[in-house]
């Protein structure tokens, strides 16, 4: 039983345009939620992240949006540029406990066309 | 600075062959994890240590499997008998503090049993 999944394995955007990837989870005790990027042969890159007291977090062209009532959050590339081309994980965390260890999606590949 | 390390990069060893996977972390980072990832998987937890201290090693699949970081900083991931279900990329990450933070993952070593 899969507790965060990314039911897009692709996407595909015009350089400039918006890329938004979708995460949802099932787990109701997760409140932590980050989104890594991934280049082939390289190991996850954190990108950003959100708590679950904040609806969206936003840093440059990255925004995370959190709707915990559908257990949904989303990325939004704004412009999306050809080096975002990569896979990028959902991850999530039960941010009180002391392992800290993070539950990840399957991820989504992201092609940014020039 | 120097990012996670890990070695080898690339490892192939013949079925019921045991392998030792290392990882150098980031320099004074409390908290270690391992991670198995499957081809068009996410990252799978497997241990966590806080210092030298394994506090969670639930995502382990089998006894075959043991982790330990004896210092608090460098950790093996040891695999004994190895089956060709074990073959996938094992991550190793660190993050500076315990709790709900990013984590920075080496390179990974991918694991080809045959």
Request: charged share 20%.
């Amino acid at each position: 039983d899969q507790q965060v999944k990314q039911n897009s394995p692709s996407l595909s955007v015009q350089e400039g345009r918006i890329s938004i990837l979708n995460c949802d989870y099932t787990n109701s005790m997760f409140d932590y939620f980050l989104w890594y990027k991934k280049y082939p042969a390289e190991g996850p890159t954190f990108l950003i992240s959100i708590s679950s007291i904040k609806d969206k977090n936003e840093d440059g062209r990255f925004t995370v949006f959190l709707n915990k009532s559908a257990k949904h959050l989303s990325l939004h590339i704004v412009p999306s540029q050809p080096g975002d081309s990569a896979v990028y994980f959902c991850a999530a965390k039960e941010g009180n406990t002391n392992a800290g260890k993070s539950t990840f999606g399957d991820g989504t590949t992201l092609t940014v066309k020039p | 600075g120097a990012g996670v390390s890990q070695s080898p990069r690339y490892k192939v060893a013949k079925r019921g062959q045991d392998v030792a996977l290392r990882c150098d972390p980031i320099s004074g980072h409390v908290s270690l994890f391992w991670y198995q990832q499957a081809l068009g998987q996410g990252p799978e937890f497997l241990t966590y240590f806080q210092n030298e201290a394994q506090l969670d090693k639930s995502g382990l699949p089998s006894d075959r499997f043991f982790a330990e970081r004896p210092e608090g900083s460098v950790s093996t991931l040891k695999i004994q008998r190895t089956q060709q279900e074990d073959s996938a990329v094992y991550l190793c990450a660190s993050s500076s503090v315990a709790g709900p933070s990013e984590q920075y993952f080496g390179p990974g070593t991918r694991l080809t049993v045959t």
